[in-house]
C-alpha cells in the first residue's frame, strides 16, 4: 500500500468500488480535469483507487460527486 505525503497531499479519498463505473474515457479523471486545477490533484493505485488532494474543498467536491 502506498502512503501518501501528507505534506504535498492532505486530503485523500479511496474509492473501493471503481469496477463498475469502469469507462473509456473515465468520467472521474474528465469531472478532475474540468473542475480541480492541474497539479492539485493525483491519482494512484487501481482497485482501489486513491484520489489525493492538496485542498480540502477540492476532496470535498469530489467526494459529493462520486462518493
Do not use: C
Not at 14 to 24: A, F, G, P, R, S
Not at 38 to 48: E, L, Q, T, V
Amino acid at each position: 500500500m502506498r502512503v501518501l505525503n501528507k505534506k504535498y497531499w492532505p486530503h485523500s479519498i479511496e474509492l473501493k468500488n471503481v469496477d463498475e463505473l469502469i469507462t473509456d474515457p473515465d468520467p472521474r479523471q474528465e469531472w478532475l480535469e474540468k473542475n480541480v486545477q492541474n497539479g492539485h490533484y493525483k491519482i494512484f493505485g487501481f482497485r482501489p483507487t486513491t484520489y489525493a488532494f492538496r485542498y480540502q474543498r477540492d476532496a470535498v467536491m469530489f467526494a459529493l460527486r462520486w462518493s
